[in-house]
């Protein structure tokens, strides 16, 4: 399963964790439900996750660290500021957001089973090498930062 750590860019997971609710969606069209306002609710859940998101990749910018979640060894600063402050992992966060908003759209319950899978997946795949990464490279300062600070929220 090691082999799987820090492969797939997150961004791609997402759009195929989209691609899988969008099927699913399709294939099993018992578990459809309605939302009153879904159109609202999803374009704000999207635009709520894409500013979270991008707030995230604006700080590692302006911090001159990498955003390639598959090199976090190369991360040259531990950002704690900003989005940083509410959220370890804002890009993630921002995805998952989108894809709740995705989820929604459809009217699936079988698709919305998917996002849980999804955060499986990140937090197993993606966000604990990074984490171990993190404590490599800034020590007992990433620890107190990760008491503080959630992973998702």
């Not at 849980?116 to 993190?134: G, S, T, V």
């Amino acid at each position: 399963m090691k082999a799987l750590e820090l492969k797939v860019p997150p961004v791609v997971l997402a759009i195929l964790f989209g691609a899988a609710m969008w099927a699913i969606s399709r294939l099993l069209p018992s578990g459809y439900f309605t939302v009153p306002g879904r159109l609202i609710l999803c374009t704000l859940m999207v635009l709520t996750g894409a500013g979270i998101a991008l707030a995230g990749v604006l700080a590692f910018r302006a911090a001159g660290t990498t955003v390639d979640p598959r090199t976090p060894h190369q991360s040259a600063s531990l950002v704690v500021d900003g989005i940083y402050r509410y959220t370890r992992n804002p890009m993630y966060l921002g995805f998952l957001l989108m894809l709740i908003a995705w989820s929604l759209y459809l009217g699936s319950v079988f698709a919305a089973l998917l996002l849980p899978l999804f955060m499986l997946y990140m937090n197993r795949f993606q966000i604990k090498p990074e984490e171990r990464h993190m404590r490599a490279l800034f020590g007992d300062d990433y620890t107190h930062y990760t008491s503080r600070v959630g992973r998702w929220f």
